[in-house]
């Protein structure tokens, strides 16, 4: 079977490393077309360095990495050092990358790469705010329909949001670019809080994983130990939600979640609201359904499949 063929766009982040490991731990699967970087949990010029930082750590130097948008469109830059530590990827002590930084521009290099594949068969899965995506399909309108899908963290309705009351990080960072990407046309499938808040990192798994007894399941360790410190005091949970993993976890095995089509817009104008995404589950607002949001997850498989798969590296 041919592998899928994926750009990761991201902020590393270490649920955004977790993402990274498990699609590098499968190469039966996908074909990682590169990395791109993007501004969010941490300044562009530590995102793009804790992804080289990520490639070495799975022993995939060989994997492009390229550096994107330094802001949003229109916005100050919101960065969340209280979650994920001022370098963006606290916990292990991981050396600096000796991989080189490709000087390609990550936009025009998302554009080039789409155009020259086959229509379909690239996939986008962008886990952090959607600013490269939407230069991307600005800077060339026929994206959206060339791309086989775009497979987003982003997005909350029932959870209510964690860098506002209504928004979810990755939206509010950039809603704009975000709501350019949900009007592109593109098929699009959104893991949003709703779900990725039923995937912790709970204390069990944390076990299991600390077994593998791997380099890579250290550091892994160690980062999800530093990263889920700030959730367990903010909800009271065994563990916090490990988000950006679920987009490729998706893509690996489809029966550990479930979603359903639907309408999702963005909210770019209210200061109250700016950033939340509208999901009209019941279709009360006739616009066109462009979205697959999911909304269940098997959390005891997709940690099956993780470490499994971390175990590999």
């Known amino acids: 079977m041919a592998r899928e063929k994926i750009i990761i766009d991201t902020d590393p982040g270490q649920d955004d490393a977790v993402a990274m490991l498990l699609a590098l731990a499968s190469p039966e699967e996908f074909e990682v077309l590169g990395i791109t970087a993007v501004a969010g949990n941490a300044p562009l010029h530590m995102t793009e360095v ?8 799975a022993g995939r130097p060989d994997i492009k990495v390229f550096a994107g948008c330094d802001r949003p469109m229109f916005r100050e830059l919101h960065t969340a050092p209280e979650v994920h530590g001022p370098t963006g990827l606290n916990g292990p002590d991981l050396p600096e990358p000796t991989m080189p930084l490709q000087p390609q521009h990550a936009v025009d ?4 790469t789409v155009m020259a594949h086959e229509p379909g068969t ?16 600005m800077k060339e309108p026929r994206l959206a329909a060339r791309v086989k899908q775009i497979v987003i963290m982003g997005g909350a309705q029932t959870e209510g949001g964690n860098s506002t009351p209504v928004a979810e990080f990755n939206i509010y960072v ?46 892994t ?5 530093y990263y889920r410190q700030y959730d367990q005091k903010k909800y009271g949970t065994d563990g916090g939600p490990l988000h950006d993993p679920c987009t490729i976890a998706w893509l690996l095995k489809p029966d550990l979640f479930t979603g359903k089509k639907v309408n999702v817009e963005i909210e770019v ?16 607002t006739g616009r066109p359904k462009n979205a697959v949001y999911m909304t269940k997850a098997d ?15």
Not at 122 to 135: E, H, M, S
Not at 269 to 279: K, N
């Open 122 to 137: 690239v996939t986008l899965v962008p886990v952090g705010p959607l600013t490269n995506i939407a230069r991307a399909l």
């Open 50 to 57: 804790n992804a080289r930082k990520i490639c070495e750590l």
């Open 174 to 219: 950039d809603p704009h670019a975000a709501d350019i990407v949900m009007r592109s046309g593109a098929e699009i499938v959104m893991f949003p809080l709703d779900v990725t808040h039923q995937v912790l990192t709970a204390q069990r798994y944390m076990d299991r994983l600390e077994a593998v007894g791997t380099p890579v399941a250290k550091a």
């Open 299 to 313: 959390e005891a498989g997709f940690w099956d499949l993780l470490i499994e798969r971390l175990a590999r590296l």
């Open 269 to 284: 104008q209210s200061p109250l609201t700016i950033g939340q995404t509208v999901v009209d589950h019941f279709a009360k």
């Open 221 to 225: 360790i160690q980062m999800l130990d």
């Open 109 to 112: 290099w998302i554009v080039e």
